[in-house]
């Protein structure tokens, strides 16, 4: 809508002297600081009457002086989009920029967001809420890469991405730094999209695209070649669907003003509702490495899997030897191609474990909801029992279970290795035992 000179004067003069509200005490203050003075050069570019105040993020005398009848808002991350400042105005009766006391709280707290997400049926990564010092066994149904975060912050500050058992303490300590509530959220790879909303009209979708391996701190403010892509490459039906997705999530929250959905494409195509810090680890040089175990997870589900399924369904209790098989990367003076083969079916046992006992516990979950709702007879509980009765996680023979080496390696090219690895599964086989592989 095309505003007219005597309109946008009128404008100026119904609104009043503006402050643009700068800084506050949060982790996010430096960028607060440049959002508040773009905002107030545009607003004098525009003919208003607004003056830039920095705010120290306790005093509250800057509340009371009445040369201000409209405040904008642009204080960053805790005091500023967590409803204190709004609760503040509300209360002396001073109009503001955003959303309200309310839907600003819910806004900034991801797991409150989450829950009422889920709630309305929309779809969102799985999560859990852990203090400091949790264990591994507390996230295992989340499973590996997982994303550990404060639920109150934004810009991605205390993100890490967590690939092991090992990154999972580290991540736990930077989160913690910057609140007491840790969140633990199973990480989505994917594409990401953006949907800003004016009003109740949602805008032109965003794609983000970085040279970045991810959308960090520093591509979002620092960088010049993160690219925002509009229009997206998204089909009509696709954009369709997005934006209709995020008036829902906008609208769940109660959010007024303008606002700001982010999304993943899963690898399915479907949209997953995240939030702005929802990234992976700034780490240029694993750049190669995540393409190569993205390949191998995207093998283990498709291929290994399945073959798992069907020998297990076939042959209950069978085990599952790893037979590793790279060419000629395997000569004895080749060791790095021995620690790769390792490393590669160690990955891909983990997985499988972690798969098969994220099923079962999600199994159990299901039969303990029947049964508090009283339904512990019905056919669907009779069906999980009759799943769940005879369940053991697959015997995967490998290292410690067939002595040291007990990845068995072979070649083709050389035709190296299937005399031990004969021997190895008729030991299996026949119940002899196994000495330990050469």
Known sequence: MKVGSSEMTR??????????L?????????????????????????????????WDGKSLNIFDEERFQFFFIAVHGKGGEDGSIQAVLDIKGVPYTGSGILSSALGMDKRKSKIIWRHMGLRTPDFVSVGKGATVEEVEHI?????????????????????????????????????SEIMVEKYISGFEYTVPVLGKKALP??????EHDFYDFSAKYDSNTTRYICPSDLTLEKEKEISALAMQSYLSLGCSGWGRVDFIQDNDGEFQWIDSDE??????????????EKALDDDIDSKVQYWIDCVRSSVPGAAILFVASHADRFDDDHLGGIVEARHRCQRMKDRILRREERRVYS?????????????????????????????????LIFQKDGGPDAVMRISGTADRGFGALRERLINLATGRRERTLP
């Not at 404008?11 to 643009?20: D, L, N, S, Y």
């Not at 590996?144 to 736990?172: D, H, M, N, T, W």
């Open 363 to 395: 199994l159990r979950k299901r039969l303990l909801k029947l049964e508090s709702s009283h339904r512990a007879d019905s056919p669907a509980a009779q069906r999980i029992r009759a799943l769940l009765s005879p369940y053991r996680l697959p015997k």
């Open 22 to 54: 700068m800084g506050g005490a949060a982790a996010e203050k430096e960028i607060s600081l440049k959002s508040g003075r773009a905002i107030w050069q545009a607003l004098d570019r525009s003919g208003f009457d607004a003056e830039p105040v920095v």
């Open 143 to 179: 499973g590996f890469p997982l994303v550990v975060k404060p639920p109150c912050q934004g810009s991605s500050i205390g993100v890490s991405l967590v690939r092991s058992e090992l990154e999972f303490r580290s991540a736990l300590e930077v989160a913690d730094h910057y609140g």
């Open 279 to 292: 990234e992976v680890e700034n780490e240029q040089n694993r750049r190669n490495e995540q393409v190569a």
């Open 205 to 210: 979708v965003v794609k983000i695209e970085t």
């Open 11 to 20: 404008i100026i003069q119904r609104v009043g002297k503006i402050a643009v």
